[in-house]
């Protein structure tokens, strides 16, 4: 149609201009160096028409030419990436099936002909890291980091974890150490950090890094809480320190760690390590009044204050009300073996042996027996005792061979 009109047009201006042509048909003249070149004006708007013409063609011809090879050069770079991309693809499924040699080739095929050759690079880093091939691994990460300098955060926290898993505490501590003033909030690098502290054993920097644990949820709320109890008892139960450093961690630590039974627990045996036994059963017995709790209770049976009929008291004063109490009975018992009450001893014991044997109640009741000279009772209950410990139940031992009869001489 567009075609159509422009035939249309280009009638109508040849009519209208051969109407004014036959008219007056006008001449062009044109002198160059000494010569004169005369024709008609009608001759000469033709040969101007073919002109333009021509060199809109040769226009054309020459973009087209242009555009193809813009064309070429695109469909082939199209061509290099797809072929990396598919190297990609299949190192990927080698990595999956195990093929970890074959996955680092495909890694490293044609990575120059890829938009993004960091992927590649990481990728072959973790091919190496399953071959063990620490060097290697090393080499691509410093290639990926070269080509895209805005993952050099990314790739030193994998850096960090693989060299903690390789054993190199030190190496993986200093990254870490610089990740933490960049990447703040990260729970990768407060994961590393944690497991550091945790090779290193360093319970003070860890239960430091607890609240920061618990606010970007690194951890599950009971694992972190379990966690920071027990640093709370490391450091308690750290031996070499003497008891004003003792009491100065005791302090240190939140209200909630204070009130827990095994942190205080930690606490009252240090405590009784330094023979401060007085200041370990009035904190414990205070403890009890304000909450019950049956370990606390047992431990308290085994704070060693003089004379023991002082705890005896209390103890019997608690069992009005918990009798039943497990961690009661056996405080009570502990007691009364220390006061020489062998008889009120054993009665606890015995009772708790019906409900729950345990090796510790045969080794309390083989004490009793040592106080009230029962060699053979003493014997049984320590066997029993490592039966229970051990699962394996004593065997008696081989009677040796009877002798052969001597035969009678002929």
């Known amino acids: 149609m567009k075609l159509l009109l422009l035939a249309l047009l280009a009638l109508i201006v040849a009519v209208v201009a051969g109407h004014y042509v036959a008219d007056d048909p ?5 002198g160059y160096g000494g010569k004169v070149l005369r024709t008609t ?16 063609v040769l226009l054309k011809v020459l973009g087209s ?3 193809l090879r813009t064309r070429w050069q695109q469909w082939s770079q199209r061509q290099r990436h797809e072929r990396a991309s598919d190297g990609l693809g299949r190192g990927i499924v080698a990595m999956a099936s195990g093929d970890f040699a074959s996955a680092e080739r495909l890694f490293t095929r044609n990575i120059d002909d890829q938009h993004q050759p960091e992927v590649h690079y990481l990728a072959a880093a973790y091919a190496a890291e399953s071959l063990s091939a620490s060097a290697r691994r090393e080499n691509y990460l410093s290639l990926a980091q070269e080509n895209n300098p805005l993952i050099r955060n990314a790739i030193d926290v994998k850096r960090a974890e693989w060299l903690l898993e390789d054993g190199q505490v030190d190496a993986a501590a200093t990254l870490v150490e610089k990740l933490r003033a960049s990447e703040i909030g990260n729970a990768q690098v407060l994961k590393l950090h944690m497991a550091i502290c945790r090779h290193k054993r360093d319970d003070e920097t860890l239960l ?3 609240p920061d644990l618990r606010r970007d949820h690194v951890l599950g709320l009971d694992e972190v809480n379990a966690l920071e109890r027990q640093c709370a008892m490391n450091l308690l139960d750290a031996r070499g320190q003497n008891i004003e450093q003792l009491k100065a961690r005791w302090r240190g630590l939140s209200k909630n760690l204070r009130s827990s039974s095994v942190v205080l627990g930690a606490y009252v045996r240090g405590l009784c390590r330094h023979d401060a036994v007085d200041e370990a059963e009035t904190l414990v017995r205070k403890q009890l009044e304000r909450a019950w709790d049956s370990q606390l209770v047992e431990l308290y049976g085994e704070i060693p204050c003089d004379p023991p009929a002082r ?15 497990p ?5 009570r018992a502990r007691q009364a073996i220390r006061a020489e009450l062998w008889g009120q001893a054993r009665e606890q014991l015995e009772g708790l042996l019906t409900v729950t044997p345990s090796p510790l109640l045969h080794q309390l009741l083989a004490e009793i027996a040592d106080g009230t000279n029962d060699p053979d009772a003493a014997l049984a209950h320590r066997r029993r005792g490592l039966e229970l410990a051990t699962g394996a139940r004593s065997l008696p031992l081989l009677s040796a061979p009877e ?3 001597a035969s009678p001489a002929t």
Request: charged fraction near 15%; hydrophobic fraction near 65%.
């Open 26 to 30: 006008g001449f062009i003249v044109i």
């Open 41 to 56: 004006f009608a001759f000469f708007a033709l040969v101007m028409l073919v002109a333009v013409g021509a060199l809109f």
């Open 65 to 67: 030419t242009s555009r």
């Open 208 to 210: 430091a890094l607890i």
């Open 311 to 325: 705890q005896l008291l209390k103890l019997e004063t608690w069992s009005v009300t918990r009798g039943d109490d």
């Open 327 to 331: 961690g009661l009975r056996l405080a």
């Open 403 to 405: 002798p052969a009869l």
